[in-house]
């Protein structure tokens, strides 16, 4: 279904719009699983002479291609046409026609209060990022990537966790429990530490449960503030498309 101008107020529009910002978000992840299954980045295991204490650092360390700031930031900018789709049709829902000032967020309260449904404004009005609540935040990060990325390239730097990982099949494990684990979230430099644990006895082998993979992080301060150095899939993926699909864009349901 395509509705156009003269359609019924609905919200298949900003929906259409998060399925769009979730598509990138794939097309990403499937191009970035092919840099992790390459080993791109490549990471060299080493053992303290106590054997207690095991560490990854980091290797090759390649330039990022600009590939990845493009496809992230068309997904920022759908989930900000999908809350600007959001404010046109809670306007024409209350009878009223959009016009270049019917966008969220709510640039001043003009834009409109008073044109949408005075519930569906509260609605508005409590996420704004002026309000420093968790959803507010979330509002606030997207508007910040999508401005961001429409003026230059998203800043966007290499990092590495570790992972527990399934022991390949026919294998044994040789390790003994991991007791305590560390991760650094800083950008993935040669040379550099990025992960480490220890063991309650000496072992002086590869722990065939342990990986260090690859991620991105967005480096731009609004996200850094309200959510740190996350994985930028983590940061779509779990953070802002699930919540503006399940669980915000449903509350204007009502007003349609």
Known sequence: MNPGAD????????????????????????????????NTYTFVHEVNADGLSHRYRAVDVPELDDRWALVLADC???????????AH??????????NDDTVFPVRAVGNLAG??????????????PGAQTDEGNRIDVIDAIDRVSRGRLLT???????????????????APQIHEVWTSDRTLEPGKT???????????????????????????PAVVDHFGRVDVAVLFGDKLIPWLREQ?????EPFF
């Open 248 to 252: 915000y864009l449903p509350r204007f």
């Open 156 to 174: 966007l730097v290499p990092a590495a966790t570790g992972h527990i990982v399934a022991v390949p099949r026919g294998k044994q494990n040789p």
């Open 194 to 220: 990025v992960h480490g644990y220890t063991y309650n006895e000496p072992y002086f082998g590869s722990d065939l449960s342990v990986k260090v993979l690859p991620h991105l992080v967005l480096a731009e």
């Open 76 to 86: 920022a900018y759908n989930l900000g046409a999908a809350l600007d789709h959001l």
């Open 7 to 38: 359609a019924k107020p609905s919200l298949l529009g900003p929906f259409a719009k998060v399925a769009r910002a979730e598509a990138h978000l794939r097309t990403f992840e499937a191009n970035w699983q092919r840099i992790i299954d390459d």
């Open 115 to 128: 044109r949408i449904d005075d519930d569906a404004f509260r609605l508005v009005d409590e996420v704004q």
């Open 89 to 98: 049709e809670l306007v024409r829902a209350h009878g009223g026609v959009p």
